[in-house]
């Protein structure tokens, strides 16, 4: 459902995607894993329209979106959620999941989304009245996950979810995403934890200074010798 191809971004001065190209198929989870500045959160930026690509293409469901706007890639169904502090922190969580509606029109649409969001996430649910700022940060990013998911994602475009949580928690996170993910969305998962995420990624890519260099299934990845010496703190 999507295919990137020998895609480019330059920064000024600064080549940051090198020609990589990498695709998610319908119902899967791929893992997008790399070091500080390898360029994983420039790819998303490059897929959701944030950041416009000097070369190479996005295609998702056959309709070729390089460099298209930001809105009207969300509103295809490709949605990027931000990365977990991003929330609203002085709105309620109701109100925070409300804005994830703020394109679809239709009322009992995003009730029904809401109601989906609560019911994989119990603890946002208790806490529907409660303020963004004053949940935990397992809690604020589950909320951030929760609000895009209310946009109605076909693809969620997910930025290093676990980043600042305990391991438990990461592991909650974790186990939401391929909720998410069993209940029909694909996930391209951006992620510095790369045991976390190769858990739950049926497939994944490294990536090193802008270009792609390793892929595989995310069993494949886990016993790659390259990848357990460089992602996953040695043998
Ligand atoms: P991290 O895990 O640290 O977030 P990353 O893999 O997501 O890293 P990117 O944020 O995509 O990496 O950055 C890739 C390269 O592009 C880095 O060298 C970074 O300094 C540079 N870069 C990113 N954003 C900009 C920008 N707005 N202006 C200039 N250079 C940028």
Do not use: W
């Not at 295919?3 to 971004?9: P, Q, T």
């Not at 090198?18 to 899967?28: A, D, F, I, Y």
């Not at 806490?127 to 397992?138: D, E, F, H, I, N």
């Not at 609000?147 to 997910?158: C, E, F, I, Q, S």
Request: glycine share 14%; charged share 20%.
């Amino acid at each position: 459902m999507l295919e990137i191809s020998g895609l480019d971004v330059h920064y000024d001065g600064v080549h940051a995607l090198r020609g990589l190209s990498l695709t998610v198929g319908k119902g899967e989870i791929v893992a997008l894993l790399g070091n500080n500045g390898a360029g994983k959160t420039t790819t998303l930026s490059a897929v959701s329209g944030l950041v416009r690509p000097s070369g190479g293409t996005v295609v998702f469901e056959g309709e070729d979106i390089t460099g298209s706007a930001a809105h009207k890639i969300t509103g295809r169904g490709l949605v990027h959620a931000p990365e977990g502090r991003r929330i609203f922190s002085t709105l309620t969580v109701h109100d925070n999941l409300l804005l994830g509606g703020y394109l679809v029109r239709d009322q009992a649409e995003i009730r029904r989304r809401i109601d989906h969001v609560y019911g994989l996430l119990p603890r946002l649910a208790e806490r529907r009245a409660q303020q963004g700022g004053t949940l935990s940060g397992g809690e604020q990013q589950m909320l951030a996950i929760g609000r895009a998911m209310v946009t109605g994602p076909r693809l969620l475009l997910l930025d290093e979810p676990s980043m600042g949580l305990a391991p438990l928690v990461v592991a909650q996170v974790m186990e939401l995403i391929a909720d998410i993910n069993a209940s029909g969305t694909a996930v391209l998962l951006v992620e510095q934890n790369a045991s976390a995420a190769l858990k739950i990624a049926h497939r994944g890519y490294v990536l090193e200074n802008g270009v792609g260099t390793l892929s595989g299934s995310g069993d494949e990845l886990r016993s790659d010798p390259r990848v357990v010496e460089a992602y996953l703190g040695g043998a």
